[in-house]
């Protein structure tokens, strides 16, 4: 049976549980030997088995991933946070508190992700502004996601945009340019956005006197 690998330099807090096969405090690439950055983790703490966390990251307390997550180097993640399954959160992100990233997204390096924001599965946010140039010509920039935003299964969301304040971008959305707080932003390179609050007011128009919203 698979056991715990935990390497120099990881900080545990209490009353956490770390399941099988979980790698813990992973040497990042260009790191010299004999130099360890810490890893830390808060307290209550659940990772789940097969999980990889990085050296060099900052976890808050009531931190939880599923199987398969992976945490790469210098991330720093707020309290209450979740990370899914088979998701993969790249170095230099830094994420704020009470965010759920559910199963196989891939977040991008320097991705900001603030509070009270939702990630539905299978989202990919990318960092790589001209991925055809060589590696040391590369220039990654992360988006920014503001708080409360959610964005919703399949979405792409490409470098250096900004998704506001409480917006909403749709699934299966390509977000190229950045959507103004409080918008909804649908399809592909999306120009035009609708308010969320004259949607949620349309729906709830629509819903009443429907029962159990068994007709929308």
């Not at 813990?24 to 830390?40: A, M, Y």
């Not at 307290?43 to 992976?70: K, M, N, P, Q």
Request: charged fraction near 20%; include cysteine; charge should be positive.
């Amino acid at each position: 049976m698979a056991t715990v690998r935990k390497y120099r330099g990881v900080s545990l807090g209490e009353h956490g549980t770390v399941e099988e096969g979980v790698l813990l405090g992973h040497q990042c690439r260009g790191e010299k030997e004999g130099k360890v950055s810490t890893l830390l983790i808060g307290d209550f703490h659940t990772i789940r088995s097969h999980s990889v966390l990085y050296t060099g990251s900052r976890i808050g307390e009531y931190f939880s991933t599923g199987h398969h997550a992976l945490i790469r180097e210098f991330v720093q993640i707020g309290n209450h946070v979740s990370i899914g399954s088979g998701t993969e959160i790249e170095q230099n992100t830094i994420i704020g508190n009470a965010v759920r990233i559910h199963s196989h997204c891939f977040v991008g390096e320097g991705t900001e992700i603030e509070d009270n924001v939702k990630i539905a599965p299978g989202v990919m946010i990318s960092s790589d502004r001209h991925p055809l140039l060589p590696e040391k010509k590369k220039v990654r920039k992360g988006p920014r996601i503001c708080m409360g935003a959610y964005i919703a299964m399949g979405a792409i969301i490409l470098p250096g945009v900004t998704i506001g304040e409480g917006s909403f971008v749709a699934a299966g959305c390509v977000v190229v340019r950045s959507v103004p707080a409080g918008s909804i932003a649908l399809g592909i390179a999306p120009k035009k956005f609708s308010r969320v609050a004259s949607y949620l007011k349309m729906l709830e128009e629509r819903l009443k006197g429907v029962p159990d919203f068994k007709e929308i």
